[in-house]
């Protein structure tokens, strides 16, 4: 008999999957305010006094 | 107890894709679609950057509402037909991990669409999520026959949203669009519960042909019909439609009364009648046989706001001029 606490196969590979999806979420997130910041401020920056 | 242990252990675990449907991935592409167009129309010049940040902002707060909405309604879905299979009452996502992934996708949402565009279209993210997920959800739906015509109002915001989004401001015309929305929800939604009443009544929900039955429904279709084409058609008299525009919306208009003519005279909803497929497999006319008329009234519903708002977003792609009326 298997062990009840123990991860079958199946919820192995949908918490991987969940993983995965959580992991490219956070860097596309970071990816967006990265490049919204270099929008928003990329031509400000340039104008700025020296 | 024992029931829920061997319940939880027999559970298929919750894939990525399970919260995914709980952003209700259709009406986001509906959501999208108007808040483009509200974008577009606006003929203001915008960073595409910065655009599609605005676009996708609204559509995360979209998914975030549909996520809480299917939290608070698991109750309700787990007894209609139509939404059982939804993650929450289907027990593949816990409740409360809806709820988290709703209220974190909703502030990071209306966080990054204040920072990145400006903080009127913010608040009005903000205002539609809140409206759908606690005014229509947590209170009217439950509450009153007249909830899906109030709120409608949060499935009618995205295109001033998206149009406070590259100006800052939210004139008429970007009312204009939300009303047509406003409008044309009520003959939508009730000619689609006149043939799926029976799943509201079980669960309890107060939809109009449950409450005020099926003769009464139809009659209140063609009223909120003839309201409805009107403010269909306003765009190509302010300025925001063209000659295509007054062409599609009003013969659209036409085809659409015709239709709610034929709901309102025909004996949808009624009981009696019997289901084209008793085995209730959900095929396209899985209704009872004198429904037909509301099943066509419901999707050429669909396919005329999409023709509505496509027609305005190409004419505004392309640079058509508007119709100079006055």
Known sequence: MSDPARESDVETKARRG????????????????FVVTLVRLGANVTARPL | MAMATAQSTTRAPARWQDFLQLLKPRVMSLV????????????????????AVAILCIAVGA???????????????????????????????????????????????VMLMGMALNWVAAGLLAFTIVFYAVIYTMWLKRWTAQNIVIGGLAGALPPVIGWA????????????????????????????????SEDYQ?????????????????????????LFTPFAIAPAFTGLGGVA?????????????????????????????????????????????????????FAFSILYLALLFATLLVEHLAGLPALEVF
Not at chain 2, 170 to 190: E, V
Not at chain 2, 205 to 225: E, N
Not at chain 2, 268 to 290: H, I, S, T
Request: positive net charge; charged residues 15%.
């Open chain 1, 18 to 33: 969940r993983n995965i999806a959580l992991a490219l979420g956070l860097a596309l997130f970071v990816v967006l305010i």
């Open chain 2, 32 to 51: 999208v679609f108007t808040a483009l167009t509200g974008l577009v129309a606006a003929d203001q010049p915008v960073n595409p950057i910065l655009g």
């Open chain 2, 63 to 109: 998914g975030a509402s549909g996520a809480l909405n299917m939290w608070y309604d698991a109750d309700i879905d787990a007894k209609m037909r139509r939404t059982r299979g939804r993650p929450v009452p289907a027990g593949r996502v816990q409740g409360a991990d809806a709820l988290t992934l709703g209220v974190v996708l909703s502030l990071f949402s």
């Open chain 2, 165 to 196: 989004a590259v100006t800052g401001t939210t004139p008429l015309n970007a009312w204009l669009l939300c009303a047509i929305i406003f409008m044309w929800t009520p003959p939508h939604f009730w000619a689609l519960s006149l043939y799926t």
């Open chain 2, 202 to 226: 079980k669960a309890g929900v107060p939809m109009m042909p449950v409450v005020a039955g099926a003769s009464s429904t139809r009659r209140q279709i063609w009223i909120y019909s003839l």
């Open chain 2, 245 to 297: 525009y007054l062409a599609v919306s009003g013969l659209g208009a036409l085809v659409f009364l015709l239709l709610a003519w034929r709901l309102y005279r025909s004996k949808a909803g009624e009981a009696g009648g019997q289901r084209n497929d008793p085995e209730g497999k959900g095929g396209l006319y899985d209704v009872r046989a004198g429904a037909k008329d509301a099943r066509n009234l």
